[in-house]
C-alpha cells in the first residue's frame, strides 16, 4: 500500500470542508436580470376612399382604396390614379394641391409622357376620372388644371382653347404670362391609325403586316407639348402618339437617329410575343414617320 496516499487524502478532506465554509460566509449577491416589456405594434389607422378608374374613354369604374387617416384625401387619390401604367397622377404634380373655394388648383409638370391624354378619347379619360374622384368630396365642386403655372398652356394642349372663368384674366391668349408661356408652347400634330384590331392580321398564325398596313388611313390631330420645329422632337411626339400598348412601352425606349432624310431605328431586343407585336407596329411606324416632310425613308437594324 503506498503511505503517502493514505496521508495525504484527511488534508485534501479538511482543504474541501474549509472551501465549502469560505463559500457559505462570502456568498455573493446575484444580480437580477431586467425583464423587457413586450412590443406594442400599433396599426396604422386607415380611411377607406372611393376613386374613379376611367375606361372606354368617359366611362369610370368605382374602386375603394385603403389610405393613413393622416394624409390628405385628395392627395391620395391622386396617388392612386395612373398617369401611366407605371406611374400615378400624383408624380406629374408641380406643386402641391391647392383647395380654394370650392375649386382644386392642379399643377402639372411639363412633360412628354402626356401623348395620349391630348387625343378626344385620352381627354375623355383624363377628365372624367380626376373630376369625379375629386368632387366626391364637399370642399371640391370644380378642378382647374394648368402646366408649370401656365393655364392657357393646359387648356390649348388638351384642344380646348378656353380657360374656365375663375382664371381667364391669367388665361386671355392675349395676355403676356412670363416665359411659361414659351416654355409650354403646344404644337399641333396629324397622325394616322387604324381602326381595325391588330389580331385579325397578327396572331402568330397569320401574320399579314402588309394587309395591316392598308388599314393605317384614320387621320387624327392632336397636341404635344415637344417643340416640333426640331425634327428629332417631331420624330419622337409621332411615334409617342401614333402607337399604344407595347409598342408603344418599346418603341418610347428607342434613340433614333435622323441624317439624309433617314430615321434609323436601332435593333429591338427579342421577348415572347416580339414578332406579334412588330407585325403590326412596324407599318405604323412607317406610315407616320413616313408622313413627315422631309423623311424619306425608315431603316431598322
Not at 16 to 33: D, I, R, S
Request: with cysteine; aromatic share 6%.
Amino acid at each position: 500500500m503506498n503511505l503517502t496516499k493514505i496521508i495525504l487524502l484527511p488534508t485534501v478532506i479538511v482543504f474541501v470542508l474549509l472551501g465549502v465554509g469560505c463559500n457559505k460566509l462570502t456568498k455573493v449577491p446575484q444580480k437580477k436580470q431586467a425583464t423587457s416589456s413586450p412590443k406594442v405594434i400599433e396599426k396604422t389607422a386607415t380611411t377607406t376612399l372611393t376613386i374613379y378608374e376611367s375606361y372606354d374613354c368617359e366611362k369610370t369604374k368605382a374602386k375603394t382604396i385603403d389610405v393613413p387617416k393622416t394624409k390628405a384625401v385628395a392627395l391620395a387619390v391622386l396617388e392612386a390614379l395612373k398617369m401611366t401604367k407605371e406611374k400615378s397622377m400624383a408624380s406629374y404634380l408641380n406643386k402641391p394641391i391647392l383647395i380654394k373655394d370650392g375649386i382644386a388648383y392642379l399643377d402639372w409638370k411639363k412633360s412628354n409622357e402626356y401623348a395620349n391624354i391630348s387625343t378626344s378619347c385620352g381627354s375623355a379619360e383624363f377628365n372624367s376620372q380626376i373630376n369625379k374622384s375629386l368632387t366626391q368630396f364637399p370642399t371640391i365642386t370644380k378642378v382647374i388644371h394648368s402646366i408649370e403655372g401656365d393655364y392657357q398652356a393646359f387648356y390649348d394642349f388638351m384642344q380646348v382653347g378656353v380657360c374656365p372663368d375663375e382664371v381667364k384674366k391669367y388665361c386671355s391668349k392675349n395676355t403676356q404670362q412670363n416665359d411659361n408661356t414659351k416654355l409650354n408652347k403646344v404644337s399641333k400634330i396629324t397622325y394616322f391609325v387604324s381602326e381595325e384590331n391588330t389580331n385579325k392580321f397578327c396572331n402568330g398564325s397569320d401574320m399579314d403586316s402588309s394587309g395591316y398596313k392598308n388599314t393605317i388611313n384614320i387621320l387624327k390631330t392632336t397636341s404635344t407639348l415637344r417643340d416640333t420645329s426640331i425634327m428629332g422632337e417631331l420624330v419622337k411626339a409621332t411615334i409617342e402618339i401614333s402607337t399604344t400598348g407595347m409598342c408603344n412601352t418599346i418603341m418610347k425606349e428607342l434613340s433614333y437617329s435622323i441624317k439624309d432624310n433617314t430615321v434609323t431605328i436601332p435593333e429591338i431586343s427579342g421577348w415572347a410575343g416580339k414578332n406579334i407585336v412588330m407585325c403590326s407596329c412596324k407599318p405604323l411606324i412607317e406610315v407616320n414617320l413616313l408622313g413627315i416632310s422631309g423623311i424619306d425613308k425608315i431603316v431598322w437594324k
